[in-house]
Every structure is written in C-alpha cells, then in structure tokens.
C-alpha cells in the first residue's frame, strides 16, 4: 500500500514571521495595558468631559444672551409703536375699532419689521384682521406670513409673547405684544415685530465648530501632556 503524503513541515522563515507577530501582539498588549498608559488615558478622557461640559455650557450661555438681545430689541420696538398708536371707538359692534397707527418705518430698528392685528371679540372667540396698508406695516402681505403663529397664550394672559416661526422661507423670531387701550381688560390690538433669526443660527454654529476643533486639539494635547507626566511620575518606579 503506498503511504499517505505527508504535509511539508514550515519552513524556518515562516514560524519566524509567525514567532515576530506573537511578539508584536505582546508588546502591544503590554503598552496597552500598561500603568502608564492607562494614566494616560484616564488623564485625557477627564480632560475631554471638562472641555465637553464648558463647551456646551458655554453655548447654552452665549444662545441665551443672544436671544434675550433680541427679544429686547423686539420689545423696544414693540412698545413704541403701541404707545403712539391711537384708537377710536366707532359704536359698530361689527368693527367697534378705528386705528391710526404710526409709521412703523420710524419706530422700529435696523434689522426689524412690523405689523399690527385688530381684535374684535365676538361670541366664537376673536377676529383678527391685519392691517396691510404699506405706509405703516413694514412686512409684506403680513396675513400669509405670519399665519402659522399661534395667539392663544397671548390672549389668555395678556402679556407679550415670543414665537420662533418661518418667514419667507428663513427662520424668524418674532414677538407678540397685545394691549388694550380702553383697560377694558379686552385685547384691542396686537402688534407684531420681528426679525430674522439666521445671524443667530451662523453665530452659534460659528461657535460650534470653534469649540468641536479647540476640543480637537485639547485632546491631543492632553493626551501628550498626560503621557510625558505619567512618564515622570512613574520614573522612581521603574528604577
């Protein structure tokens, strides 16, 4: 019977590679696993919770002021138009209202647009109706562009209120400032001032992307720092 072939035994080269890879797993294994190493990334991940934590901290605080700043700005505008707003009564139940508001062109800011909204109160609840004339609203066709707010809460409370909304395709912020001229406790009218909200949208991303590569690079830094620090403290060990 013929003998079955036997299969070639490795060669030297080959259980050398073989020996040079274990090696090279155990070196690596033992970096990884090593005290410094292991101070090293402790040090590092602390640090990047830090920058993590002051980074959106510190977003939260910049968004903040930012609107606070223009709510302000809105309500500057706001206030002066309903102060030099007149209102008449007519004794039509059906449109009780005469308005001679002011050219808001005068009376709002730079970067800002207006509109105003009559109120009559009927028995389902409130008419609005905006007064497009352009020698006052400085919004176009204001009755389609602002029909997405919602006046509920404006008119449950009585105070002004601030809505994020879309005009003209871009994001807007826009306030709502009601008054009752007769303090009949009865809304009379709404003004309407707004303004866009994408300088602040670029201003926090501007931010954004500063802290993501400060954050970057405070990692690689921390991770050098880290490594040359447990180097030295560990030095008295290994000797």
């Known amino acids: 019977m013929a ?47 830090i920058l993590v934590v002051f980074g959106v901290m510190l977003r939260t605080v910049l968004l903040r002021s930012l609107e606070s700043d223009v709510n302000q700005r809105l309500l500057v505008s706001a206030t ?35 509109a105003m909204i009559i109120v009559t109160k009927s028995d389902q609840g409130y008419s609005l109706s905006f007064i497009d004339d352009p020698n006052y ?26 809505q994020t909304t879309s005009v003209d395709g871009k994001p807007a912020r826009v306030l709502l ?30 931010l954004t992307q500063i802290l993501l590569l400060a954050g970057g690079v405070g990692m690689v830094a921390a991770a050098g720092i880290g490594w040359l620090v447990a180097g030295q403290a560990l030095g008295p060990i290994g000797r």
């Open 80 to 114: 002066r138009i309903e102060a030099q707003t007149q209102v008449y009564l007519t004794g039509d139940p059906k449109n009780p209202y005469s308005f001679a508001p002011p050219s808001f062109q005068d009376l709002v800011l730079s970067g800002t647009w207006a």
């Open 137 to 162: 609203a400085t919004l176009p066709d204001p009755k389609n562009s602002l029909k997405s707010l919602s006046y509920d809460t404006v008119f449950a409370t009585g105070k002004p209120e601030v």
């Open 177 to 206: 400032y009601p008054f009752d001229k007769f303090g009949t406790g009865v809304t009379t009218g709404i003004v309407v001032v707004g303004q866009s909200d994408e300088s602040l949208h670029k201003t926090i991303d501007l």
């Open 3 to 49: 003998r079955a072939a036997r299969s070639p035994r490795p060669s030297g080269a080959t259980a050398h590679h073989r020996d040079g890879f274990r090696d090279r797993l155990a070196t690596e294994a033992s970096f990884l696993g090593s005290l410094r190493f292991r101070l090293t990334a402790w040090f590092t991940l602390m640090l990047v919770i």
